[in-house]
């Protein structure tokens, strides 16, 4: 299932129950404007050569020329969902630690105990770049089917030169945005975690910068401190990656200063993160990706998504699918974590997936709205109203997604 660029098609989905896309201009949004979405009743959208042409009532089209036609009736039309972060290399799974933990085990104890991350990096290593490349694109037509039309992945299950590059290939090849997580454990070849960043910073970064996006750390006790995260990002920086960080997940380590110290895209996870966390990010430009799955997954608290929200912080939701802490590729699940867990509003929700997300890709001129010039990327919901992506809990309400003006799923 490759998603298709169209070839010069006019592609009209019409009769619509209703189309929904966030109202307000620019990214990221916060406050009123996150809150606020457009919704047209009896809608179209039509769309030419992969980019939406017009939307709006039936009442208003006024069509000329040739179209293929899909017949909307008994839908809702969303922007194709954004996930702005996840784990989609790796080979392997850890079904095992899940029923361990199941029973009681932690996710930090399996992790000290050389499991978890380091787990999933033994089975990566061996997979070679064939394995990779096909589990990679066996999670992005998971995400695909749950409505993702972009995608970033991260590498950091490799740890060694090769891996994490031949990681970074193999998103790219998906069609994913690859960030490079070089920093998210030290592998058991490595002295320390400040040895392991000179191999990094020496042997790796310059050739993973051509290749990815992004970079990322796991700023935690048991990875990285905030100093040997300020080193690796401030070179990441330096070879043009944007920066961005995992903190607060389980201990406030000072992950969020450094993220607005740099001026990173985003800072994720902010499970453990108070008040003052809180204000500093209701005033800065940094993004704050909020992963309900992970918190759900692993039996953490949530993050303090409406006080960052109420603060008027940016705000963006993403799975952070992978084996250890989210083995969830759904973002209408993770829209209903939001709005049930969060205290986000589906329409909070909405826009937190679509073109905030796009902006800590820096993609938001381009996805995450269904407005005339952005990429014809289309999830039609088998619901009377748009507000069934989150309220319909892990149902099947991604009913058919298109990509570039083509249709690359059906349910
Ligand atoms: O974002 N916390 C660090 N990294 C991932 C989990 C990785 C794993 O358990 O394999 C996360 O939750
Ligand atoms: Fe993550």
């Known amino acids: 299932m490759t998603p298709s660029i169209a070839d010069g098609r006019r592609l009209l989905i019409r ?22 979405v457009e919704v047209i009743e009896h809608a179209y959208v039509l769309s030419t050569e992969g980019r ?39 080979a392997g799974d850890r079904v095992e630690e899940f029923s361990l933990r199941a029973v009681g085990a932690s996710y930090e104890e399996l992790h000290a105990a050389g499991g978890g991350i380091l787990a999933t990096v033994r089975g990566t290593r061996a997979a070679g770049e064939d394995g990779l490349r096909a589990a990679v694109q066996r999670h992005r037509d998971w995400m695909l089917q749950a409505g993702t039309t972009t995608f970033e992945g991260k590498s950091g299950y490799g740890l060694d030169r090769d891996t994490e590059l031949a990681s970074l290939r193999a998103i790219r090849q998906a069609g994913g945005v690859p960030t490079f997580l070089g920093a998210h454990a030290v592998p058991p070849e490595f002295e320390s975690a400040d040895e392991y960043l000179d191999f990094l910073l020496d042997e790796v970064l310059a050739e993973a910068a051509k290749l990815a996006d992004a970079a990322d750390v796991f700023v935690e006790r048991g990875a990285f401190d905030v100093e040997q995260a300020r080193r690796y990002l401030t070179e990441a920086k330096r070879r ?30 902010l499970e453990a993160t108070g008040e003052q966390g809180v204000r500093a990010l209701g005033k800065a430009d940094v ?3 909020l992963l309900p799955a992970s918190a759900l997954f692993l039996n953490r608290p ?12 940016a705000v963006a939701l993403a799975t952070d699918f992978n084996p250890g802490s989210a083995f969830c590729e759904s ?6 974590l939001a709005c049930t867990q969060l205290g986000l509003s589906p329409a909070e929700a909405l826009t937190a997936c679509t073109v905030n997300a796009a902006h800590v890709l820096g993609r938001a001129d381009r996805n995450g709205r269904l407005a005339v ?34 249709e690359v799923w059906r349910r």
């Open 287 to 289: 993004t704050a990706v």
């Open 331 to 336: 973002l209408p699940v993770v829209c209903s």
């Open 373 to 406: 010039g952005y990429d014809a990327d289309i999830v039609l919901l088998d619901a009377p109203d748009w507000r069934h992506l989150a309220y319909h809990l892990a149902g099947p309400v991604v009913a058919v997604v298109i990509r570039d003006g083509a």
């Open 240 to 269: 043009g990656l944007a920066v961005r960080l995992h903190a607060d997940q389980f201990t406030e380590a000072g992950g969020v200063e450094l993220a607005i110290e740099l001026g990173a895209r985003s800072v994720d996870h």
């Open 302 to 313: 949530m993050p303090p998504a409406r006080s960052l929200v109420d603060a008027g912080a």
């Open 15 to 36: 009769d619509l129950d209703q189309l929904a896309t966030p109202a307000a201009a620019g990214a990221p949004l916060r406050e009123q404007e996150l809150g606020t």
């Open 52 to 90: 939406i042409e017009s939307v709006g009532t039936m009442r208003e089209l006024d069509l000329a020329g040739e179209v293929e036609e899909l017949d909307g009736r008994g839908m809702c039309a969303i922007p194709g969902l954004v996930d702005c972060h996840t784990h989609t290399c790796f």
